[in-house]
């Protein structure tokens, strides 16, 4: 997203922030990169799965999968999937990255690639 969103102060004065996709900065947010050749067909493979549970949009090189527990943006770069998790609070974080880990260890079972998340302070 662009631009700016309006939130209010206390006194109830309109303040610009920048509009993203983490409003809140006390948000938790983590991300894991993840070498394979195979990025682009797992970040499909992810969003379609989830895209019948829950919302999910993708691109060719993007996605992005609104869950109960938070969000997972997706991008591809290269032989490169990044992964980035944002939830609301660290235990809802930690489910969040084990749900994404688990899934796409599954499908990535014969590549078996390296998957390590990092918090993004």
């Not at 493979?45 to 919302?55: A, W, Y």
């Not at 991008?75 to 974080?93: G, W």
């Not at 899934?103 to 390296?114: M, N």
Request: include cysteine.
């Amino acid at each position: 997203m662009s631009g700016t969103a309006k939130q209010t102060d206390g006194a109830g004065v309109a303040t610009p922030r920048p509009a993203n996709d983490n409003p809140d900065p006390a948000r938790c947010v983590s991300e894991a990169r993840v070498a394979t050749t195979m990025a682009a067909r797992y970040l499909g493979q992810l969003c379609t799965h989830f895209g019948h549970r829950v919302k999910a949009e993708q691109t060719d090189t993007d996605g992005k999968i609104k869950f109960p527990l938070g969000t997972c943006l997706l991008r591809v770069e290269d032989e490169m999937l990044t992964l980035r998790a944002h939830s609301a609070n660290a235990d809802e974080l930690n489910a969040l990255e084990q749900v994404l880990t688990d899934h796409l260890a599954r499908f990535a079972y014969r590549d078996q690639p390296k998957i390590k998340w990092v918090r993004v302070v």
